[in-house]
């Protein structure tokens, strides 16, 4: 789930801040949305000439992917949001769904994009992920997922370095549960790496606020999260890949 | 290491000790948990139900003071959250005005006009007010600040000073202000949210009463306007408060009020769950349902899989309950929302342990008994539950050490709940298993039953009588695998109770519905949701009016009998007023006529006590919440009201009168008010079954999106399957519907060792050299070819004896026949089993053939002779015997000629026989096929023979060669035989007449094949060698297969050669293996497969000559191979049957078949497998590896092994079992065929 939750605290930021770069914060997110979006329609070129009987199946799973990573978006979001403006319980629907339209879609396409980096990654070292291959696992992974987002949002630590260190613990232990492959591992790095520079980027430039920045601009806990996003997603693009390669079977 | 051996096997002991115990004793053990369960569920009764709807406590007003910190003694009496100040003390004065008495000359306008304009005068009486030197400036709550979002309510808000909020807010508080407004209403209706509200509203706010109630609106019958005046103070001064009641009663006296004036209401706020908070809350179930789905659906091969689904879901929420109740036994109160951790508890605690419980217990041997299968299993599980527990513990210390205290409770939770579910795991689930597993033993005989009893018996004769009809067969497309075959089994009426259950899906339904049921109640009992909208609507639509039902009763949940005052309070005041509510009864049913001249009147009844329980639950939160104040968690104390009563004159109110107010048109609706009450109802209840609609379609298209038909559990998570020690049968048990029923052929005296089939036909050659032609539909036998025709002089008892003596000699596998010195060719890579492994599925098992006589002797000599002299052995073996008395020999010279020879190891063998007319009968068949009704017949002296399949006459025969024809194809009009000396040889069926189809034969089944040709009896059919490759193969070829125009040898040197079948030319040499060739699979797709002793499977491409890929698939030979279009199936002498994926030579999974099961492969449709085993055929699912089911071919099975397996084009499979061959009918649901 990158960046997912680059803005957790983004109602948290004055609207004078917001309406300000709202201009340079659109200029980014269409950017970046269409760097996703370019970056997924080669993948699917390729495949699609690769192999012309897979690329169904592949806009299939991207498809999955992106539902499964807008509805997150908004669930957690909303999760995030509720700290702040649980007061406003008849604005937070708004404030949901207008001011960061954009985040779902983002959030939807890069979890298509891991979720079908982490399967074509596993083809290609030639090591097939074989632990725990199964949906009641997966969805354990999801629920543990939302677990962590659950925790970062409600739990009230004594201080960040706590709560990060324990997220990062979860993550961990949600890798090795569910995981335990280094192609995951590294994915996952690679994925909390890329959201969160992307994140400190787009605090830099004023289109975020998070209430108590203990890390450059973000939160320290931030990684983690994405971390394990990135983690949980490949869970479920493997589990559609591995679905999808049996289906010829069946016909 | 050795202390961790020791423990391993003490828990393994104490384990099986204990599943002893538990299969032993179920009913007690099942009682005592039960009894568990409920003792340690039963401190929740004590519990308060959860819900978030604020709570309230009520004092008296004379002896209050503030409740402290540390509670004292009288606990029972006040609750927990009765501590400390409260955050504020609401005081309400509740003004009622009227104009009275009313006129006619006036607008509705004025009913509210000049009594909202009072407003000014009273509030500036209350601010005014001053009690030795404490004024309100000093009392009140003091707010400081709005919170930056609510800019459209800073004009009417307070935002410095006092919290003191009244209607005049609308207005600023300034009566100019007022007056200059035009509209009124205007001013009060801009700031109302539009559409659905679910909080308190800005009017009900600022009026602190109901919106209805207010009275302030056009068509305000009663012309009485009442609003409140909310004053919140930060601290409680009695008498301050009793001289401001006192003032403001002096004032403006209320005449016949009775409020009661003696109680405060504390009202407690829990945290508040809004929607937002609803819907990750709704996902984190949806979730946890999925999972419950997913886990539970991976049960199989129990009796009833929704029992033990149940019985696994109910052993984990039980285990939640008992640690919640155990942590509420000792004293740890829950503070975290249940409702919250519940999901990631179960998610924690999961069902893995169950299910891996119910794997291992169910994938022990059956035939042993349900006491020790239970204990085996559970022993069998032990370290791996002893070490996940171990380590979840682990992790669930570490989080307590976090120091949070949230997930210090939540561990604490977890670690009890994680022990309570290991000792229900260990006592209840383990024995509702037993029980399930007895019960499946029980079907298990009664589904046996039958399917022998219903064994065709065997027929004495050669010939199957053709009157007799055929055996019952279901169609061969309309077969479904699970079909209710219950009409049979006389079952127990508990049993056909449990598979109705399973059938409908009971359970699940049930367990469904409930869910829908308690997300209902949530979102009902949610404060901001339906129910106060909905009792509200009731409220206010219900015929007796306010009085008729105390609104405080349906909603909040109040602490009855705690204090009996309070009690007291909620009820209606004990002296009824019956006046007003006659009075207001009157006024409706006069209303229509009396309406100009009734006057307006002032009552003050009890439900005016308490008029801040009309108003909706968020009201002080929301009131707090706007200055950042949260109420989440603390209480307010409301004081008792004050009444003021207003009486104004008509002319006041004309004298306040704004000049537009008298032409003020009146609004489209007379009825719009109710109206809208009814069209928010429908609002609701429209939005909510919208809702619901769209979720199950988003839900189902998501199910269909997310699992397309398979689940992803096709036998990857479990590499490997074990089997039982039962012969081909998956944990022991195979569905107990069985409509395959086999078809037994009998007729042969011995094994059979060839069997060929064009789909119609079928023809099988047994050791004593009789070939019997079948028809493929009905298993009526048409020809019988005997051995003894021609060589009837050598003596008919001597022939039977013969036949005996080879039986005999063959049928001792571990005997000299297989265990000669001629490893070399084939090294023997023999179990311990008695069967003997078949080598090759898919021609004549020549082992005991070859082992006799070829090992030892050079080809060159081969060539020379006339190929397998089996007199020696016949002579050998009489040797053997001679003592016997009863066997009448005549030792014949040549036959002791021969011996002498065989014997002494360097034999020019002449030909032993002169040859005969029609057919060498001494020579043993050692390859045959059968295209039209041609049966060619490879035979072990080199001669090649054609039969006609349907009056068993010889009609042809070719003795080119002399090295023994180890295979043969034949295709279209050619026939490719492989000798033994590696030679390749290519006739050509000619004919001389035209070809003609016979009656009988239907048309060409399977479109792949190309029609063969028929020859009508007519025919004079000559078989001439067209071409002789001599050295093909440096070495025996030993698999010859021929599809689509080419021909692949496959042989001991190590290489696989390509003929083209028109020329026969060699089109390629394929080298890849480092050992002999002993499978290859090649289809009209031209894809080519082959697998060799050293394990590896080669994927060619027959049209380059180059190798797709190469695995290492076997610890052995492979034995077997087929392809499907997707995958290619290979069985080995490791007993593995491996599925790999075809493209990419991937290993998709492999199934562990017990030791000496057949290795004979065939595929059926794209998803259906089957494989020969001991006595029985398996048929597999190739999607999930799973077992669909095992037919057992005869009563016996031990020792016979199936070794050949052919699959029919009608979907019908027949397969070799010792001396007989059985035609199974195979239900293909799986796939149609066209």
């Known amino acids: 789930m990158p960046r997912l939750e680059e803005h957790c605290w983004s109602c948290s930021c004055s609207p004078s801040v917001k309406t300000q770069e709202l201009s340079s914060a659109s200029w980014i997110v269409c950017k970046t949305g269409e760097m996703m979006s370019i970056i997924t329609s080669v993948l699917r070129h390729a495949y699609g000439s690769m192999h012309s009987l897979q690329s169904a199946n592949l806009m299939r799973r991207g498809l999955v992917l992106f539902i499964v990573g807008v509805v997150l978006a908004l669930v957690l979001n909303l999760l995030q949001i509720q700290r702040n403006v649980t007061l406003f319980p008849e604005e937070v629907l708004d404030t949901l769904f207008s001011s960061a339209w954009w985040i779902p879609l983002c959030c939807g396409t890069a979890a298509a994009v891991v979720g079908l980096l982490y399967p074509c990654l596993d083809h290609h070292l030639g090591e097939p992920h074989k632990f725990k291959r199964e949906w009641a696992s997966v969805m354990r992974c999801i629920a543990v997922f939302v677990g962590i987002n659950h925790a970062s949002a409600k739990l009230d630590f004594a201080n960040n370095v706590q709560l990060s260190l324990t997220l990062a613990a979860l993550s961990l232990g949600l890798w090795w549960t569910f995981d335990r492959s280094r192609s995951g591992f590294g994915l996952g790095l690679t994925t909390a790496f890329l959201a969160t520079l992307i994140a400190q980027l787009l605090v830099y430039n004023g289109i975020y606020q998070y209430t108590s920045p203990d890390f450059l601009y973000v939160r320290s806990w931030l990684p983690c999260i994405f971390f394990s996003g990135g983690v949980t997603v490949g869970n479920i693009g493997r589990q559609l890949a591995m679905g999808s390669t049996e289906k010829p079977h069946n016909d | 290491m050795m202390v961790r051996e020791r423990l391993r096997q003490n828990i393994s002991a104490a384990f099986y000790r204990h599943g002893l115990l538990c299969a032993s004793y179920p009913v007690p053990i099942i009682l005592f948990t039960s009894a568990s369960i409920l003792t340690c569920c039963y401190p929740l009764l004590k519990l308060p139900l959860p819900g978030t709807g604020p709570v309230e406590f009520t004092t008296g007003v004379r002896d209050y003071s503030i409740p402290s910190h540390e509670s004292p003694g009288d606990l029972s009496e006040r609750p927990d959250w009765y501590q400390g100040p409260p955050v504020a003390y609401i005081q309400q004065v509740l003004v009622k005005a009227a104009v009275s008495p009313w006129d006619n000359s006036l607008v509705p306008v004025d009913v509210f006009r000049s009594p909202l304009g009072r407003v000014f005068s009273v509030l500036e009486e209350i601010r005014n007010h001053v009690y030795t030197d404490r004024s309100l400036e000093a009392l009140c709550l003091q707010v400081t600040d709005l919170l930056p979002g609510l800019r459209r ?15 005049g807010n609308y207005w600023q508080n300034r009566r100019d202000l007022f007056d200059a407004d035009p509209d009124l209403l205007k001013t009060v209706h801009q700031h109302e949210p539009k559409g659905l509200h679910t909080s308190a509203t800005l009017k009900d706010l600022l009026f602190g009463v109901p919106g209805k109630q207010t009275g302030v609106s056009l068509y305000n019958k009663k012309r009485v306007v009442t609003y409140t005046i909310t004053i919140a103070l930060s601290s409680y001064d009695a008498r301050f408060v009793a001289s401001l009641r006192a003032r403001l009663k ?43 789905y997913f886990s539970t659906r991976k049960i199989d091969m129990v009796k009833s ?72 299993g559970l022993s069998n599980e032990s370290w791996s539950i002893m070490k996940n527990m171990a380590t979840e513990l682990c992790i669930i210390l570490i989080g307590y050490f976090t120091f949070v205290p949230a997930i210090q409770e939540f561990c604490l939770f977890a670690v009890v709940g994680l022990v309570s579910d290991f000792f229900l795991q260990m006592f209840f689930f383990t024995t509702v298993l037993s029980i399930d597993i007895r019960r499946m033993e029980l079907a298990d005989l009664n589904r046996r039953l039958p399917a022998e009893a219903g064994m065709p018996p065997p027929k004495p004769g050669p010939l199957r009588p053709r009157e007799t009809p055929p055996p019952p067969r279901p169609s061969p497309h309309t077969i479904t695998l699970q079909a209710p075959a219950f009409r049979n089994l006389r079952l127990p009426k508990r049993l056909r109770v449990v598979y109705f259950l399973a059938r409908t899906r009971l359970a699940q339904r049930i367990i469904m519905v409930g869910t829908v049921i308690w997300i209902g109640i949530l979102v009902y009992t949610d404060p901001a949701g339906l129910r106060t909208l909905l009792a509200a609507q009731v409220s206010e639509q219900s015929p007796l009016g306010e009085a008729g039902l105390p609104p405080h009763l349906g909603v909040a949940p109040v602490f009855p009998g705690r204090d009996p005052t309070s009690t007291l309070s909620v009820l209606p005041a004990p002296e009824p007023t019956p006046l007003p509510e006659n009075q207001s009864q009157g006024h409706r049913a006069a209303r229509p006529e009396v309406v100009p001249v009734s006057s307006p009147q002032i009552t003050w009844g009890p439900e005016d006590e308490e008029l801040w329980r009309r108003l909706s639950f968020r009201h002080w939160p929301a009131l707090f919440s706007y200055y950042n104040i949260t109420l989440a968690k603390r209480y307010i104390s409301i004081l008792p009201v004050i009444p003021v009563t207003l009486h104004l004159s008509p002319q006041e109110a004309i004298d306040t009168r704004h000049p537009q107010d008298t032409h003020h048109a009146p609004p489209p609706s007379i009825k719009t008010s109710d109206l809208q009450a009814d069209l928010t109802l429908y609002k609701v209840a429209a939005l909510g079954l919208f809702a619901g609609v769209v979720l199950v379609l988003l839900l189902f298209c998501l199910y269909r999106v997310l699992c397309p038909r398979n689940y992803g559990q096709n036998g990857v998570p479990h590499g490997r399957r074990r089997r039982g020690d039962l012969p081909c049968d998956e944990y022991g048990y195979s569905p107990p519907i069985s409509e395959i029923s086999p078809l037994l052929l009998r007729g042969h005296s011995m094994d059979i060792e060839c069997l060929a089939s064009d789909g119609m036909l079928l023809a099988s050659c047994c050791l004593a050299r009789q070939i019997r032609v079948w028809d493929a ?33 063959f049928r001792e596998p571990g005997g000299g026949a297989v265990g ?21 599925g898919d021609q004549p098992d020549l082992t005991p053939l070859i082992d006799t006589n070829f090992g030892s002797l050079p080809p060159s000599q081969t060539l020379s002779s006339s190929g397998f002299d089996f007199g020696g052995l016949v002579e050998k073996a009489y040797q053997e015997h001679e003592t016997s008395p009863t066997l009448a020999f005549p030792p014949s010279p040549p036959a002791s000629q021969q011996r002498r020879r065989s014997l002494g190891d360097q034999p020019v063998l002449p030909p032993e026989l002169p040859p005969q007319n029609n057919g060498d009968w001494d020579s043993s068949v050692w390859a045959m096929e059968l295209r039209g009704n041609l049966i060619a017949t490879g035979r072990s002296s080199g001669k090649l023979e054609l039969w006609d399949a349907v009056e068993g006459s010889l009609r042809c025969s070719n ?16 026939i490719v035989a492989a000798r033994l000396n590696g030679s390749l040889d290519f006739f050509t069926v000619e004919i001389t007449k035209p070809l003609g189809l016979l009656q009988y034969r239907g048309p060409p089944g399977r479109g792949s094949l190309p029609p063969s040709p028929c020859y009508s009896s007519e025919d004079v059919i000559s078989c001439q060698l067209t071409r002789s490759v001599q ?24 290489t696989v050669r390509v003929y083209r079948l028109e020329d026969s030319c060699c089109l390629f040499t394929l080298q890849g293996h480092s050992g002999g060739i002993t499978a290859i699979y090649i289809d009209q797709t031209m894809v080519l497969a082959s697998g060799g002793q050293d394990g590896t499977i080669c994927v060619w491409d027959v049209l380059t000559g180059s190798r797709v890929s190469h695995v290492y698939g076997h610890r052995g030979d492979v034995t077997s191979l087929v392809c499907t279009t997707s995958c290619i199936i290979s069985s080995g002498l490791d007993d593995l049957i491996c599925i790999w994926d075809r493209s990419t030579g991937i290993k998709l999974y492999s199934i562990q078949q017990e030791v000496g099961c057949g290795a004979s492969l065939g595929v059926i449709s794209e998803s259906l497998l089957v494989t020969g085993g001991q006595g029985c055929v398996s048929f597999w699912d190739l999607n999930y590896g799973d077992l669909l089911q095992t037919v057992y071919l005869g009563q016996s099975s031990e020792g016979q092994s199936v070794r050949q397996l052919l699959v029919l084009d009608n979907a019908a499979i027949v397969c070799d079992f010792g001396n007989e061959l059985s035609l199974v009918y195979v239900p293909s649901v799986l796939e149609k065929l066209d």
């Open chain 2, 153 to 167: 309510m800073q004009a009417v808000l307070p935002e410095h000073g006092c919290l003191l909020v009244s209607p």
């Open chain 2, 250 to 292: 002096q004032l403006h006296p209320s005449a016949n009020c009775t409020l009661r004036e003696d109680h405060m209401v504390h009202v407690h706020f829990k945290e508040e769950i809004g929607i937002a908070e609803l819907i990750p809350l709704v996902t984190t179930y949806i979730i946890l349902f999925a999972y419950i």
């Open chain 2, 305 to 376: 899989k929704w029992g033990l689904a149940l019985a696994a879901v109910v052993t984990v929420l039980s285990s939640l309950l008992m640690s919640v109740g155990l942590c509420t036994l000792f004293g740890l109160t829950p503070t975290l929302n249940g409702g919250e951790i519940f999901p990631y508890l179960v998610v924690v605690i999961g069902l893995e342990n169950v299910l891996v419980l119910t794997k291992s217990v169910v994938s022990t041997p059956v035939d042993l008994e349900v006491k020790l299968r239970i204990a085996q």
């Open chain 2, 777 to 809: 539909q009905t298993g009526d036998c048409l020809t019988v070819i005997p051995n003894n025709g021609p060589r009837a002089s050598w003596g008919q008892t001597f022939g039977n004896q013969e036949e005996d003596l080879l039986g005999a000699d």
């Open chain 2, 820 to 840: 000669r010195p001629d490893v070399d060719i084939f090294p023997i890579r023999r179990r311990t089993t008695p069967a003997r492994p078949a080598l090759f």
């Open chain 2, 959 to 974: 003795e080119d060669g002399v090295s023994g024809i180890t295979a043969l194809a034949f295709l279209n009009n050619r």
């Open chain 2, 1031 to 1054: 050295c093909a193969h440096q070495k025996q070829i030993t698999v010859l297969k021929a599809a689509a125009g080419r021909v692949v040898t496959g042989s001991q040197d190590h």
